[in-house]
């Protein structure tokens, strides 16, 4: 899944932003601009997420009454709006999990698969997806977001800290550790060798 | 539910993504929900007085605890250093009970009066401005206010003055803790008839705040003292000051000179009025009139039948005042226990009338015969017409007597009167001339203030202005958060002399760069600072303030992974904004 990123922007359009959040505390009928700009974002990180596209839309509706509700407590912190909106929606989501009403799924393209495969230097054969499919989902939460949103929707590393509320290099260090444990299950886990 | 893996899915297309958006029915939720939760508010209202009245039980009994703590370790100059995080903790909380500590006891607030309706222009002494729009405020009720309202206002720019005003620079952000380098923080609050007014939703006051401190680094932050957390509000307009006229400077200085001349002026007058007021009170310490007052009359008395009583030739020339007792005769008083009938049948060879016990009243009579010689206390009484005549002439006298004591006191009293007018008169001028001289000097030692904490500059020398909206009261910092240092770590341990001192709070004060981090006491566990750098420490406590100087803070003795940093007391004088900037060199 390719979903280019339109999470950066330039310190005008933050500032403009700034102005569109603002507004909004004052008068929630504002929060429109917001909702135009960011809901097809939301929807694409739940449903990457989720097996059901009626849920992911319903889940959708729910973040950003989430936001509007607690809009007074957002505070600026220099980075895109986005950011609160995606923990809020990563919040939603592990809420239905553990409630289980909704199945976790990890949606990826076999372009997206492939350049995983390269990052671990590994070919890429099509039976290798059972296997790789197995370790994937064995990962725990925070890894298999690091992988999704790295691979399968090509975010920058800026933005999976700012998601994920870790500092850059942590995140770096963090994917470099998590590659070469997935190098390391493959093997155990596969016949490809 | 275990994971499920998909490969090439197909996407969803943004046209059904775009269908599927409902603004209006979000915000219709959003309405309904915000309904639902007031009401469910309203009902659990009791259960929140109750969580409220247990909140402020428990704040009270930390104070107390935390109280009792600081007075046992004071006194205890042995003290077990493994006591440290248990009352750590307890000023911890104590700390958060009050999350604004001021440390200069005195206010420093300017006030400006402004008419509601009319909205105006505020210049503060420091040259920045405020610019309030007409019919801006509501009262709590939301009602719009009218008449003169109260603005409140302040500025702190310096190390000294943020450490005084105890306003809190932490801002910590995704994990790492950052402190404010501040380019210019201000306080901003209205009143009206004692009572707090707010700002309407739709009112803007522009702040054009004069700052020293240049460059586009710093963000614009409110402080949320309910989330107890400074929020970001992005940037600030700047404009260089050094582009703006010689005319504004110029203003400044005959501003200035001015104000002098006018502190001058209102001395002189009030030096005037109070010579005057001497003057004039001297006058009621001699407020005699030249009327005299004769001496009161003496009532007559009658004879009694049962005491015996002498006729006696008196030679008035002698004794003045009985001639007012013409006709009278000398009663025996009864104190002359020794008399008997026996001085009635001896023949007296000389009487002599001398002063009595009882001025007025009564006389000594000397009776002498041969050898012997006896003294009577007597007094002058009257019988039959004698005393007709006597009262006569007696009610006369007290006639006379009486209205010439009335015409004095009437007439003392107008005097006084009319002095205690006149000295009222004064009072009041004097009253209203000193509240002019107070306002002039307020404006003047606050120049001074700033000249002297800024080297002499004031802040048109140099410098910009920041220009920002508010749409709230409140703390506004133009700030750049800057990560605390990372050089040197150890736990640091806080003495003075042999006391162990447990501050809430610890500033580090870097003096190379300017700048200051704010530690909690179980922060200092893990103390960092840079020690190329001249570092200084002031610990909090209570209301009293510790400082390590830059050579305590180099000669602090380093045991293992602990530093002892020696502290001595700042003396109350020096406790201000002022006594810090002098004392810390800053």
Known sequence: MNTASKYHATNEQLDAEFKLIEAAKLDINRFGPLYDKYYKQIFNYLYQRLDDKETAFDVTSQVFLKAMTNLSKYQFKGVPFASWLYRIAYSELMQLFREKKAQRTVNADVADIKHLCEEINENYYDDFLPVLSKVLTELDEVELQLIEMRFFEKRPFKEVAEVLELSETNAKVKLHRLLEKIKKSLKTNSSIK | ?586
């Open chain 2, 1 to 586: 539910m275990k994971t499920k893996f998909t490969v090439d899915r197909p996407k969803v297309n943004d046209d059904e993504i775009e269908k599927r958006k409902n603004f209006d029915d979000l915000v219709k939720k959003f309405k309904d929900q915000s309904l639902a939760d007031a009401k469910a508010k309203q009902r659990s209202g009791i259960n929140i007085k109750k969580l409220m009245y247990t909140s402020i039980i428990l704040g009270v009994t930390v104070v107390c605890y935390v109280t009792l703590k600081q007075v046992l370790t004071t006194n205890n100059h042995q003290k077990n250093t493994s006591n440290t995080s248990e009352t750590s903790t307890k000023l911890e909380e104590l700390k958060s009970t009050k999350f604004i500590q001021p440390i200069e006891k005195k206010s420093n607030y300017s006030s400006y009066k402004i008419n509601a309706q009319k909205g105006g222009e505020i210049k503060h002494h420091t040259q920045s401005v405020i610019k309030i729009p007409a019919k801006a405020f509501t009262n709590e009720q939301g009602i719009e206010i009218t008449g003169d309202v109260e603005i409140l206002y302040r500025e702190m720019h310096t190390i000294p003055e943020i450490l005084a005003s105890g306003i809190p620079m932490r801002y910590d952000s995704a994990g790492i803790k950052q402190s404010f380098e501040s380019a210019g923080m201000i306080e901003i609050k209205g009143m009206q008839n004692g009572k707090e007014i707010k700002l309407k939703r739709d009112k803007k006051i522009e702040i054009n705040m004069a700052s020293q401190k240049t460059g586009d680094r710093f963000n614009l932050y409110y402080l949320d003292t309910i989330a107890k957390q400074w929020q970001c509000l992005g940037k600030d307009k700047i404009v260089d000051e050094n582009q703006k006229s010689n005319q504004e400077k110029n203003n400044l200085q005959n501003e200035i000179s001015d104000n002098k001349k006018q502190k001058e002026l209102l001395n002189k007058q009030i030096n005037a009025i109070d010579l005057k007021i001497a003057e004039i009170q001297s006058k009621v310490n001699n407020n005699k009139t030249e009327i005299e007052i004769p001496k009161k009359p003496t009532a007559p008395i009658a004879a009694s039948k049962q005491r015996k009583q002498f006729e006696l030739d008196v030679d008035y020339k002698e004794f003045p005042e009985l001639k007012a007792f013409e006709g009278c005769v000398f009663e025996v008083g009864e104190e002359n226990k020794h008399y008997s009938n026996e001085f009635n049948q001896i023949k007296w060879n000389d009487i002599i009338i001398a002063q009595g016990t009882k001025p007025n009243q009564n006389y000594t009579l000397i009776l002498t015969a041969g050898y012997r010689k006896e003294k009577l206390i007597v007094y002058p009484v009257f019988t039959g017409k004698n005393l007709e005549h006597a009262q006569q002439s007696y009610q006369k006298k007290l006639d006379n007597y009486n209205t010439i004591v009335t015409r004095k006191m009437e007439e003392e009293q107008k005097r006084k009167d009319a002095i205690e007018r006149e000295i009222k008169k004064m009072e009041e001028e004097r009253i209203a001339l000193n509240k002019k001289l107070r306002a002039e000097e307020n404006a003047r030692s606050m120049s001074n203030l700033y000249a002297e904490m800024n080297d002499g500059k004031n802040y048109l020398s140099e410098g910009v202005r920041r220009i920002f909206e508010i749409n709230k009261f409140g703390i506004y910092n133009s700030d750049c958060a800057k990560p605390f240092p990372t050089h040197t770590t150890t736990e640091g341990v806080f003495m003075q002399q042999n006391i162990e001192l447990i501050p809430a709070s610890v500033f580090l004060i870097n003096h190379s760069d300017n700048m200051m981090w704010t530690y909690s006491t179980k922060e200092t566990e893990k103390l960092k600072y840079d020690p190329k750098k001249r570092n200084s420490l002031i610990a909090f406590i209570q209301n009293k303030l510790f400082w390590c100087d830059t050579l305590a803070f180099s000669q602090s003795t380093k045991k293992r992974e602990k530093t002892i940093f020696y502290f001595k007391e700042i003396k109350n004088e020096e406790v201000s904004a002022v006594g810090l900037k002098k004392l810390l060199n800053l």
